[in-house]
C-alpha cells in the first residue's frame, strides 16, 4: 500500500522560490512514473509536470522553464523546484505517483499542499 506525505507549500512573492517535496512510503509496489499538478479555483486539475523511471520529463507549457522536476529514486521522493513564480501559479498542488503492484498499474494521490503567490 502507498502512502504519500506532501510538503513545501506556502506563501511566496512574485519572482519567488517554493521548492515542494513528496514522498512514497509503504511496501509491495514499484514506483514508475511520479507528477504534480495543480487545480486553482474554478480551474479543471491540471498538468504541471512529470517525471518517469526512466528521467525523461513533460511540462505544462507554463511552467517551462521556470520549474523543474526530480526524484530520488533511493528514497521514493519527486520534487518540484518553482522559480520565477507568478500570481497564476497559485494552485492547490498535488503529487500523484503511478506504480506497479498486484501484477497491475495504479495511480495514488497526495493530499494536497497551497501555494499561493501574492502580486
Known amino acids: 500500500q502507498v502512502q504519500l506525505v506532501e510538503s513545501g507549500g506556502g506563501l511566496v512573492q512574485a519572482g519567488g522560490s517554493l521548492r515542494l517535496s513528496c514522498a512514497a512510503s509503504?511496501?509491495?509496489?514499484?514506483?514508475?512514473?511520479m507528477g504534480w499538478y495543480r487545480q486553482a479555483p474554478g480551474k479543471q486539475r491540471e498538468l504541471v509536470a512529470l517525471?518517469?523511471?526512466?528521467?525523461?520529463?513533460n511540462y505544462a507549457d507554463s511552467v517551462k522553464g521556470r520549474f523543474t522536476i526530480s526524484r530520488d529514486n533511493a528514497q521514493n521522493t519527486v520534487y518540484l523546484q518553482m522559480n520565477s513564480l507568478k500570481s497564476e501559479d497559485t494552485a492547490v498542488y498535488y503529487c500523484?505517483?503511478?506504480?506497479?503492484?498486484?501484477?497491475?498499474?495504479?495511480?495514488?494521490w497526495g493530499q494536497g499542499t497551497q501555494v499561493t503567490v501574492s502580486s
Open positions: 517525471i518517469r523511471s526512466g528521467g525523461s520529463t
Open positions: 500523484k505517483v503511478n506504480y506497479w503492484s498486484n501484477w497491475r498499474f495504479s495511480d495514488y
Open positions: 509503504g511496501s509491495g509496489f514499484s514506483i514508475n512514473a
